[in-house]
Protein backbone atom coordinates (compact mmCIF):
# COMPACT_ATOMS: atom_id res chain seq x y z
CA UNK A 1 0.00 0.00 0.00
CA UNK A 2 2.81 2.30 1.08
CA UNK A 3 5.06 1.59 -2.33
CA UNK A 4 1.87 1.70 -4.15
CA UNK A 5 1.51 5.58 -2.76
CA UNK A 6 4.56 6.34 -2.90
CA UNK A 7 4.87 4.91 -7.43
CA UNK A 8 1.57 6.98 -7.44
CA UNK A 9 3.32 10.30 -6.22
CA UNK A 10 6.54 9.98 -8.27
CA UNK A 11 4.24 8.90 -11.45
CA UNK A 12 1.82 12.40 -10.69
CA UNK A 13 5.18 14.54 -9.75
CA UNK A 14 6.55 13.62 -13.60
CA UNK A 15 2.90 14.08 -14.74
CA UNK A 16 3.13 17.69 -13.08
CA UNK A 17 6.65 18.34 -14.59
CA UNK A 18 5.33 17.83 -18.24
CA UNK A 19 2.66 20.18 -17.86
CA UNK A 20 5.08 22.91 -15.78
CA UNK A 21 7.51 22.82 -18.98
CA UNK A 22 5.18 24.59 -21.44
CA UNK A 23 5.24 26.99 -23.79
CA UNK A 24 4.42 30.27 -21.99
CA UNK A 25 1.04 31.44 -23.25
CA UNK A 26 2.31 35.08 -22.21
CA UNK A 27 6.06 35.81 -21.64
CA UNK A 28 5.43 39.12 -20.22
CA UNK A 29 3.30 37.84 -17.31
CA UNK A 30 5.49 34.68 -16.78
CA UNK A 31 8.36 37.33 -16.28
CA UNK A 32 6.32 39.63 -13.53
CA UNK A 33 5.97 36.20 -12.23
CA UNK A 34 8.99 35.24 -11.77
CA UNK A 35 10.34 38.61 -10.35
CA UNK A 36 7.78 38.42 -7.70
CA UNK A 37 8.87 34.72 -7.09
CA UNK A 38 12.51 35.93 -6.87
CA UNK A 39 12.05 38.89 -4.38
CA UNK A 40 9.64 36.29 -2.19
CA UNK A 41 11.89 33.01 -2.45
CA UNK A 42 15.04 34.45 -2.78
CA UNK A 43 15.17 37.91 -1.76
CA UNK A 44 13.65 37.36 1.34
CA UNK A 45 15.70 34.52 2.33
CA UNK A 46 18.62 36.57 2.41
CA UNK A 47 18.80 37.49 6.25
CA UNK A 48 18.16 33.87 7.41
CA UNK A 49 20.72 33.00 5.36
CA UNK A 50 23.58 35.42 6.95
CA UNK A 51 22.40 35.28 10.12
CA UNK A 52 22.78 31.23 10.02
CA UNK A 53 26.02 31.42 7.79
CA UNK A 54 27.91 33.85 9.75
CA UNK A 55 27.03 32.16 13.14
CA UNK A 56 27.68 28.35 11.65
CA UNK A 57 31.15 29.49 10.10
CA UNK A 58 31.90 30.68 13.49
CA UNK A 59 30.74 27.58 15.07
CA UNK A 60 33.06 25.53 13.25
CA UNK A 61 36.06 27.44 13.42
CA UNK A 62 35.65 27.54 17.04
CA UNK A 63 34.94 23.59 17.34
CA UNK A 64 37.89 23.16 14.87
CA UNK A 65 40.22 24.72 16.53
CA UNK A 66 39.01 23.17 20.26
CA UNK A 67 40.09 19.56 18.50
CA UNK A 68 42.94 20.74 16.46
CA UNK A 69 44.31 21.95 20.06
CA UNK A 70 47.97 20.13 19.42
CA UNK A 71 51.67 22.12 19.18
CA UNK A 72 52.75 20.05 16.09
CA UNK A 73 49.52 20.83 14.38
CA UNK A 74 49.82 24.34 12.08
CA UNK A 75 46.58 26.89 13.40
CA UNK A 76 46.35 27.40 9.67
CA UNK A 77 44.57 23.67 9.37
CA UNK A 78 41.48 25.59 11.10
CA UNK A 79 41.23 27.58 8.29
CA UNK A 80 41.58 25.07 5.60
CA UNK A 81 38.60 22.84 7.87
CA UNK A 82 36.52 25.40 8.16
CA UNK A 83 36.61 26.73 4.18
CA UNK A 84 36.12 23.13 3.47
CA UNK A 85 33.45 22.20 5.63
CA UNK A 86 31.09 25.32 4.41
CA UNK A 87 32.20 25.00 1.11
CA UNK A 88 31.44 21.31 0.51
CA UNK A 89 29.19 20.93 2.78
CA UNK A 90 27.52 23.53 5.02
CA UNK A 91 26.69 26.20 2.63
CA UNK A 92 25.29 24.18 -0.72
CA UNK A 93 23.43 21.22 1.81
CA UNK A 94 22.72 22.93 5.13
CA UNK A 95 21.26 25.96 3.53
CA UNK A 96 19.44 24.14 1.08
CA UNK A 97 18.02 22.24 3.59
CA UNK A 98 17.14 25.03 5.60
CA UNK A 99 15.54 26.99 2.24
CA UNK A 100 13.51 23.46 1.63
CA UNK A 101 11.87 23.90 5.16
CA UNK A 102 11.09 28.06 4.52
CA UNK A 103 11.11 28.54 0.59
CA UNK A 104 9.32 24.75 0.17
CA UNK A 105 6.84 25.29 2.88
CA UNK A 106 6.05 28.93 1.48
CA UNK A 107 5.37 27.12 -1.87
CA UNK A 108 3.16 24.46 -1.03
CA UNK A 109 1.08 26.79 1.93
CA UNK A 110 0.64 29.20 -1.47
CA UNK A 111 -0.10 26.64 -4.50
CA UNK A 112 -2.69 24.87 -1.52
CA UNK A 113 -4.17 27.70 -0.65
CA UNK A 114 -5.01 28.93 -4.39
CA UNK A 115 -6.39 25.40 -4.88
CA UNK A 116 -9.11 25.01 -2.07
CA UNK A 117 -9.61 28.60 -2.56
CA UNK A 118 -10.38 27.77 -6.15
CA UNK A 119 -8.06 30.23 -7.69
CA UNK A 120 -6.04 27.77 -9.72
CA UNK A 121 -9.52 26.59 -11.23
CA UNK A 122 -10.52 30.28 -12.00
CA UNK A 123 -7.06 30.13 -13.85
CA UNK A 124 -7.56 27.17 -16.02
CA UNK A 125 -10.77 28.46 -16.82
CA UNK A 126 -9.82 31.41 -18.41
CA UNK A 127 -7.84 29.06 -19.92
CA UNK A 128 -4.10 29.58 -18.27
CA UNK A 129 -2.06 26.81 -17.96
CA UNK A 130 -2.19 27.29 -14.61
CA UNK A 131 0.84 24.31 -13.47
CA UNK A 132 3.47 26.36 -16.37
CA UNK A 133 2.02 30.07 -15.06
CA UNK A 134 2.44 28.99 -11.05
CA UNK A 135 4.88 26.56 -10.82
CA UNK A 136 7.40 27.68 -14.07
CA UNK A 137 8.42 30.81 -12.18
CA UNK A 138 9.43 29.51 -8.81
CA UNK A 139 11.46 26.80 -9.88
CA UNK A 140 13.18 29.75 -12.55
CA UNK A 141 13.26 31.89 -9.27
CA UNK A 142 14.96 29.23 -7.03
CA UNK A 143 17.29 27.64 -9.75
CA UNK A 144 18.91 31.00 -10.16
CA UNK A 145 19.26 32.88 -7.03
CA UNK A 146 19.58 29.99 -4.44
CA UNK A 147 23.57 29.87 -6.22
CA UNK A 148 23.42 33.40 -5.32
CA UNK A 149 22.64 33.21 -1.72
CA UNK A 150 24.88 30.17 -1.10
CA UNK A 151 27.71 32.64 -2.84
CA UNK A 152 26.87 34.72 0.02
CA UNK A 153 26.54 32.00 2.39
CA UNK A 154 30.17 30.47 1.56
CA UNK A 155 31.36 34.19 1.76
CA UNK A 156 29.55 34.97 5.11
CA UNK A 157 30.56 31.36 6.80
CA UNK A 158 34.41 32.23 6.09
CA UNK A 159 33.53 35.86 7.22
CA UNK A 160 32.16 34.53 10.47
CA UNK A 161 34.64 31.79 11.09
CA UNK A 162 37.63 34.61 10.88
CA UNK A 163 35.83 37.16 12.96
CA UNK A 164 34.98 35.06 16.06
CA UNK A 165 38.43 32.90 15.19
CA UNK A 166 40.39 35.56 15.75
CA UNK A 167 38.32 37.78 18.19
CA UNK A 168 39.00 34.83 20.89
CA UNK A 169 42.52 34.45 20.35
CA UNK A 170 42.04 30.79 18.91
CA UNK A 171 43.64 31.62 15.66
CA UNK A 172 45.35 34.56 13.95
CA UNK A 173 43.78 37.03 11.24
CA UNK A 174 47.27 35.78 8.99
CA UNK A 175 47.07 32.16 10.32
CA UNK A 176 43.86 32.35 9.12
CA UNK A 177 44.28 33.53 5.24
CA UNK A 178 46.92 31.65 4.79
CA UNK A 179 45.23 28.27 5.46
CA UNK A 180 42.33 29.98 3.37
CA UNK A 181 44.97 30.03 0.29
CA UNK A 182 46.41 26.69 0.97
CA UNK A 183 45.68 23.47 -1.06
CA UNK A 184 42.07 25.70 -2.38
CA UNK A 185 40.42 23.11 -5.32
CA UNK A 186 38.37 25.62 -7.37
CA UNK A 187 36.34 22.82 -8.25
CA UNK A 188 34.88 22.31 -5.00
CA UNK A 189 32.84 25.83 -5.55
CA UNK A 190 31.77 24.61 -9.09
CA UNK A 191 30.68 21.08 -7.57
CA UNK A 192 29.15 23.37 -4.64
CA UNK A 193 26.77 25.16 -7.11
CA UNK A 194 25.86 22.46 -9.35
CA UNK A 195 24.54 20.74 -6.02
CA UNK A 196 22.90 23.70 -5.15
CA UNK A 197 20.85 24.40 -8.75
CA UNK A 198 19.76 20.65 -8.49
CA UNK A 199 18.57 20.39 -4.71
CA UNK A 200 16.74 23.94 -6.08
CA UNK A 201 15.18 22.08 -8.73
CA UNK A 202 14.16 19.51 -5.98
CA UNK A 203 12.78 21.45 -3.48
CA UNK A 204 10.69 23.82 -5.62
CA UNK A 205 9.18 20.91 -7.67
CA UNK A 206 8.54 18.91 -4.75
CA UNK A 207 6.67 21.47 -2.86
CA UNK A 208 4.90 22.69 -5.81
CA UNK A 209 3.36 19.14 -6.44
CA UNK A 210 2.11 19.08 -2.88
CA UNK A 211 0.87 22.29 -2.80
CA UNK A 212 -0.52 21.99 -6.37
CA UNK A 213 -2.75 18.40 -5.87
CA UNK A 214 -3.98 19.84 -2.24
CA UNK A 215 -7.79 18.31 -1.56
CA UNK A 216 -9.89 20.03 1.01
CA UNK A 217 -9.05 22.88 3.75
CA UNK A 218 -7.22 24.34 5.69
CA UNK A 219 -5.83 21.53 7.54
CA UNK A 220 -4.70 19.72 4.35
CA UNK A 221 -2.93 22.77 3.10
CA UNK A 222 -0.99 22.43 6.82
CA UNK A 223 -0.19 18.54 6.53
CA UNK A 224 0.93 18.84 2.85
CA UNK A 225 3.40 21.71 3.59
CA UNK A 226 4.18 19.44 5.95
CA UNK A 227 5.02 16.82 3.89
CA UNK A 228 6.36 18.74 1.24
CA UNK A 229 9.44 19.83 3.56
CA UNK A 230 9.41 16.33 4.64
CA UNK A 231 9.60 14.64 1.08
CA UNK A 232 11.88 17.42 -0.56
CA UNK A 233 14.68 17.02 2.84
CA UNK A 234 14.85 13.65 1.76
CA UNK A 235 15.25 13.45 -1.91
CA UNK A 236 17.47 16.70 -1.10
CA UNK A 237 19.68 14.32 1.28
CA UNK A 238 19.50 11.42 -0.91
CA UNK A 239 20.64 13.39 -4.04
CA UNK A 240 23.27 14.85 -2.20
CA UNK A 241 24.97 11.22 -2.08
CA UNK A 242 24.21 10.47 -5.33
CA UNK A 243 25.70 13.94 -6.98
CA UNK A 244 28.88 13.71 -4.44
CA UNK A 245 29.58 10.39 -5.30
CA UNK A 246 29.31 11.49 -8.87
CA UNK A 247 31.16 14.24 -8.58
CA UNK A 248 34.01 13.60 -6.27
CA UNK A 249 33.39 9.65 -5.74
CA UNK B 1 -27.45 28.81 -26.41
CA UNK B 2 -25.72 25.62 -24.52
CA UNK B 3 -27.91 22.41 -25.29
CA UNK B 4 -27.15 19.52 -22.72
CA UNK B 5 -27.13 16.16 -23.91
CA UNK B 6 -27.36 13.19 -21.72
CA UNK B 7 -24.73 13.73 -19.76
CA UNK B 8 -23.11 11.42 -17.44
CA UNK B 9 -20.83 11.50 -14.80
CA UNK B 10 -19.14 9.12 -11.89
CA UNK B 11 -16.16 9.12 -9.72
CA UNK B 12 -15.43 5.79 -9.37
CA UNK B 13 -18.34 3.76 -7.72
CA UNK B 14 -20.22 7.30 -7.43
CA UNK B 15 -22.69 8.13 -10.63
CA UNK B 16 -23.27 11.88 -10.11
CA UNK B 17 -24.76 13.05 -13.25
CA UNK B 18 -27.56 10.51 -14.67
CA UNK B 19 -28.34 11.30 -17.84
CA UNK B 20 -28.50 15.19 -17.86
CA UNK B 21 -30.52 16.78 -20.74
CA UNK B 22 -31.00 20.98 -20.63
CA UNK B 23 -31.19 23.74 -22.81
CA UNK B 24 -29.66 27.27 -21.58
CA UNK B 25 -31.17 29.90 -23.52
CA UNK B 26 -29.06 33.52 -24.52
CA UNK B 27 -29.88 36.51 -22.69
CA UNK B 28 -31.44 34.62 -20.40
CA UNK B 29 -30.56 34.09 -16.58
CA UNK B 30 -30.47 29.69 -16.73
CA UNK B 31 -30.69 28.58 -12.90
CA UNK B 32 -29.51 25.14 -11.73
CA UNK B 33 -30.96 24.20 -8.41
CA UNK B 34 -31.55 21.63 -6.26
CA UNK B 35 -30.31 19.91 -2.53
CA UNK B 36 -26.50 19.76 -1.58
CA UNK B 37 -25.20 16.64 -3.14
CA UNK B 38 -27.66 16.74 -6.37
CA UNK B 39 -24.89 17.12 -8.30
CA UNK B 40 -25.36 21.11 -9.18
CA UNK B 41 -21.66 21.58 -8.74
CA UNK B 42 -20.29 18.83 -10.95
CA UNK B 43 -22.67 19.61 -13.87
CA UNK B 44 -21.22 23.11 -14.10
CA UNK B 45 -17.55 22.29 -13.84
CA UNK B 46 -18.68 19.10 -16.56
CA UNK B 47 -19.92 22.14 -18.68
CA UNK B 48 -17.08 24.32 -17.71
CA UNK B 49 -14.70 21.65 -18.48
CA UNK B 50 -12.72 21.49 -15.61
CA UNK B 51 -14.19 17.59 -15.25
CA UNK B 52 -14.34 15.55 -18.14
CA UNK B 53 -17.71 14.21 -19.21
CA UNK B 54 -18.22 10.31 -19.16
CA UNK B 55 -20.81 10.13 -21.87
CA UNK B 56 -23.25 11.96 -23.58
CA UNK B 57 -22.44 15.93 -24.94
CA UNK B 58 -22.36 19.87 -24.66
CA UNK B 59 -23.20 21.99 -27.37
CA UNK B 60 -21.95 25.86 -27.76
CA UNK B 61 -24.01 27.03 -30.31
CA UNK B 62 -23.06 24.59 -32.72
CA UNK B 63 -19.63 23.54 -31.33
CA UNK B 64 -20.15 19.97 -29.57
CA UNK B 65 -17.41 19.87 -27.19
CA UNK B 66 -16.86 16.05 -27.56
CA UNK B 67 -15.64 16.91 -31.24
CA UNK B 68 -13.29 19.99 -30.26
CA UNK B 69 -9.40 19.42 -29.95
CA UNK B 70 -7.24 20.60 -26.77
CA UNK B 71 -6.57 23.98 -28.61
CA UNK B 72 -10.49 24.15 -29.80
CA UNK B 73 -11.44 24.09 -26.07
CA UNK B 74 -9.26 26.36 -24.91
CA UNK B 75 -10.25 29.27 -27.05
CA UNK B 76 -14.15 28.24 -25.96
CA UNK B 77 -12.48 28.59 -22.44
CA UNK B 78 -11.68 32.43 -23.70
CA UNK B 79 -15.31 32.83 -24.24
CA UNK B 80 -16.50 31.77 -20.79
CA UNK B 81 -16.26 33.50 -17.74
CA UNK B 82 -17.01 32.59 -14.17
CA UNK B 83 -17.92 33.70 -10.94
CA UNK B 84 -17.07 31.05 -8.29
CA UNK B 85 -18.32 30.61 -4.61
CA UNK B 86 -16.01 31.69 -2.90
CA UNK B 87 -14.84 34.70 -5.51
CA UNK B 88 -11.41 32.72 -6.25
CA UNK B 89 -9.83 36.71 -6.43
CA UNK B 90 -6.33 35.89 -6.48
CA UNK B 91 -4.66 37.16 -3.32
CA UNK B 92 -1.77 38.79 -3.94
CA UNK B 93 -3.13 40.82 -6.86
CA UNK B 94 -5.25 44.08 -6.71
CA UNK B 95 -8.49 44.86 -7.37
CA UNK B 96 -7.85 46.21 -10.68
CA UNK B 97 -4.99 43.60 -11.46
CA UNK B 98 -7.58 40.68 -10.86
CA UNK B 99 -9.92 42.37 -13.41
CA UNK B 100 -7.45 43.34 -16.26
CA UNK B 101 -5.68 39.32 -15.48
CA UNK B 102 -7.20 37.86 -18.45
CA UNK B 103 -7.00 40.98 -20.66
CA UNK B 104 -2.88 41.38 -19.87
CA UNK B 105 -2.50 37.24 -20.40
CA UNK B 106 -4.47 36.64 -23.10
CA UNK B 107 -4.95 40.27 -25.49
CA UNK B 108 -2.17 41.93 -27.26
CA UNK B 109 -4.21 45.55 -26.35
CA UNK B 110 -1.77 48.54 -25.09
CA UNK B 111 -1.60 49.18 -21.02
CA UNK B 112 -4.45 52.76 -21.43
CA UNK B 113 -6.92 49.85 -22.98
CA UNK B 114 -6.80 47.95 -20.18
CA UNK B 115 -7.17 50.32 -18.23
CA UNK B 116 -9.90 51.65 -19.91
CA UNK B 117 -11.40 48.20 -20.21
CA UNK B 118 -11.10 47.22 -16.44
CA UNK B 119 -12.27 50.75 -15.49
CA UNK B 120 -15.23 50.03 -17.71
CA UNK B 121 -16.13 46.91 -15.84
CA UNK B 122 -15.39 48.09 -12.51
CA UNK B 123 -17.86 51.05 -12.92
CA UNK B 124 -20.63 48.54 -14.15
CA UNK B 125 -20.72 46.53 -11.25
CA UNK B 126 -20.39 49.44 -8.84
CA UNK B 127 -16.82 49.37 -7.66
CA UNK B 128 -15.22 52.73 -7.43
CA UNK B 129 -12.03 54.10 -5.14
CA UNK B 130 -10.98 50.38 -4.57
CA UNK B 131 -8.45 49.62 -7.43
CA UNK B 132 -5.92 49.60 -5.84
CA UNK B 133 -6.93 47.62 -2.53
CA UNK B 134 -6.34 43.94 -2.34
CA UNK B 135 -9.26 41.25 -2.14
CA UNK B 136 -8.45 40.35 1.53
CA UNK B 137 -8.97 44.19 2.36
CA UNK B 138 -12.87 44.73 1.22
CA UNK B 139 -16.05 43.51 2.12
CA UNK B 140 -17.20 39.92 0.70
CA UNK B 141 -20.69 41.33 -1.63
CA UNK B 142 -17.55 43.60 -3.12
CA UNK B 143 -15.59 40.52 -3.63
CA UNK B 144 -17.87 39.13 -5.22
CA UNK B 145 -19.09 42.18 -7.41
CA UNK B 146 -15.08 42.25 -8.76
CA UNK B 147 -15.75 38.12 -9.40
CA UNK B 148 -18.32 39.43 -12.18
CA UNK B 149 -16.27 42.50 -12.99
CA UNK B 150 -13.25 39.73 -14.00
CA UNK B 151 -15.83 37.10 -15.67
CA UNK B 152 -17.32 39.91 -17.87
CA UNK B 153 -14.01 41.76 -18.99
CA UNK B 154 -13.20 39.42 -21.81
CA UNK B 155 -16.57 39.99 -23.31
CA UNK B 156 -17.48 36.53 -22.77
CA UNK B 157 -20.71 34.64 -24.87
CA UNK B 158 -21.31 32.47 -21.48
CA UNK B 159 -21.15 33.62 -18.36
CA UNK B 160 -21.55 30.88 -15.11
CA UNK B 161 -21.69 31.10 -12.09
CA UNK B 162 -21.74 29.13 -8.81
CA UNK B 163 -23.53 30.03 -5.61
CA UNK B 164 -22.82 33.36 -6.09
CA UNK B 165 -24.93 35.16 -3.13
CA UNK B 166 -23.68 31.87 -0.60
CA UNK B 167 -22.71 33.92 2.38
CA UNK B 168 -24.02 37.50 1.78
CA UNK B 169 -26.59 39.29 3.31
CA UNK B 170 -30.31 39.31 1.58
CA UNK B 171 -29.98 42.66 0.83
CA UNK B 172 -26.41 42.42 -0.81
CA UNK B 173 -27.71 39.02 -2.64
CA UNK B 174 -30.25 40.77 -4.20
CA UNK B 175 -27.80 43.48 -5.68
CA UNK B 176 -25.87 40.61 -6.76
CA UNK B 177 -28.43 38.63 -8.41
CA UNK B 178 -30.39 41.74 -10.14
CA UNK B 179 -26.45 43.09 -11.20
CA UNK B 180 -26.44 39.46 -12.73
CA UNK B 181 -29.30 39.47 -14.70
CA UNK B 182 -28.70 43.11 -15.94
CA UNK B 183 -25.23 41.86 -17.43
CA UNK B 184 -27.30 38.93 -18.92
CA UNK B 185 -29.52 41.03 -20.83
CA UNK B 186 -27.32 44.13 -21.76
CA UNK B 187 -24.49 41.66 -23.80
CA UNK B 188 -26.69 39.11 -24.60
CA UNK B 189 -25.33 36.27 -22.34
CA UNK B 190 -26.18 32.54 -22.09
CA UNK B 191 -25.60 32.64 -17.94
CA UNK B 192 -25.95 29.62 -16.07
CA UNK B 193 -26.46 30.31 -12.38
CA UNK B 194 -25.94 27.40 -9.60
CA UNK B 195 -28.12 28.05 -6.62
CA UNK B 196 -29.94 26.81 -3.27
CA UNK B 197 -31.01 30.27 -2.64
CA UNK B 198 -35.01 30.65 -3.43
CA UNK B 199 -35.13 34.20 -3.09
CA UNK B 200 -32.83 33.88 -6.78
CA UNK B 201 -35.14 31.24 -8.13
CA UNK B 202 -38.27 33.96 -7.85
CA UNK B 203 -36.32 36.66 -8.23
CA UNK B 204 -34.55 36.20 -11.58
CA UNK B 205 -35.27 32.64 -12.64
CA UNK B 206 -35.93 33.31 -16.34
CA UNK B 207 -35.54 29.38 -16.48
CA UNK B 208 -35.18 26.46 -13.71
CA UNK B 209 -33.51 23.11 -13.82
CA UNK B 210 -34.44 21.52 -10.94
CA UNK B 211 -32.02 18.66 -10.22
CA UNK B 212 -33.06 15.58 -7.32
CA UNK B 213 -30.17 13.14 -7.52
CA UNK B 214 -28.20 13.93 -10.80
CA UNK B 215 -31.70 13.80 -12.43
CA UNK B 216 -33.24 16.45 -14.00
CA UNK B 217 -36.62 16.11 -12.93
CA UNK B 218 -37.89 19.33 -13.54
CA UNK B 219 -37.74 23.02 -16.19
CA UNK B 220 -39.90 25.75 -16.26
CA UNK B 221 -40.03 29.69 -15.70
CA UNK B 222 -40.17 31.40 -11.73
CA UNK B 223 -43.82 32.06 -12.85
CA UNK B 224 -43.93 27.88 -13.14
CA UNK B 225 -42.11 27.27 -10.10
CA UNK B 226 -45.24 29.14 -8.16
CA UNK B 227 -47.67 27.01 -9.91
CA UNK B 228 -46.20 24.19 -9.84
CA UNK B 229 -47.71 20.27 -8.88
CA UNK B 230 -44.28 19.21 -8.77
CA UNK B 231 -43.93 17.79 -4.88
CA UNK B 232 -40.62 17.13 -4.99
CA UNK B 233 -39.81 20.81 -6.22
CA UNK B 234 -42.79 22.08 -3.86
CA UNK B 235 -41.07 20.37 -0.62
CA UNK B 236 -37.59 21.76 -2.07
CA UNK B 237 -38.68 25.56 -2.81
CA UNK B 238 -41.20 26.14 -0.62
CA UNK B 239 -39.96 24.83 2.51
CA UNK B 240 -40.02 28.13 4.62
CA UNK B 241 -43.20 29.52 5.96
CA UNK B 242 -42.80 32.53 4.40
CA UNK B 243 -42.41 31.22 1.01
CA UNK B 244 -45.33 29.15 1.32
CA UNK B 245 -47.09 32.27 1.96
CA UNK B 246 -45.79 33.44 -0.92
CA UNK B 247 -46.85 30.65 -2.83
CA UNK B 248 -50.62 30.63 -1.24
CA UNK B 249 -50.78 34.24 -2.56
CA UNK B 250 -49.71 33.59 -5.68
CA UNK B 251 -51.53 30.66 -6.32
CA UNK B 252 -55.03 33.19 -5.10
CA UNK B 253 -54.56 35.63 -7.63
Redesign the interface.
Known amino acids: MFIKRILEDIGRYFILMKLVFRRP??Y??YWDAFV?DLYNLGVKSLGLVAIISLFVGAVVTIQTALNLENPIIPKYYIAIATRESIILEFSPTMISLILAGKVGSNIASTLG??RV???I??L?????KSASFLIMPKIAACVIFNPILIIISMFLGIVGGYIFGTSTGMITGTDFIKGLQMDYTPFYIAYALIKTVVFAFVITSISAYYGFFVKGGAIEVGENSTKAVVASSLVLILTNYLLTQLLLG | MIRVTNIHKSFGDLHVLKGIDATFMEGKTNLIIGKSGSGKTVFLKCLLGIHDIDEGDVDFDGRLISQMSIEDRRKLRLELGMVFQGSALFDSLTVEENVSFPLRMFTKKSAKEIAERTNFCLNRVNIENANHLFPAEISGGMQKRVAIARAIVMNPRYLFCDEPNSGLDPKTAMVIDELIQEITQEFNITTVINTHDMNSVLQIGDHVNFLVGGKKIWEGSKEDVLHTDNQELADFVFSSELFKKVRRAARSE
Open positions: DNRMRTMSEQEAEVMGV
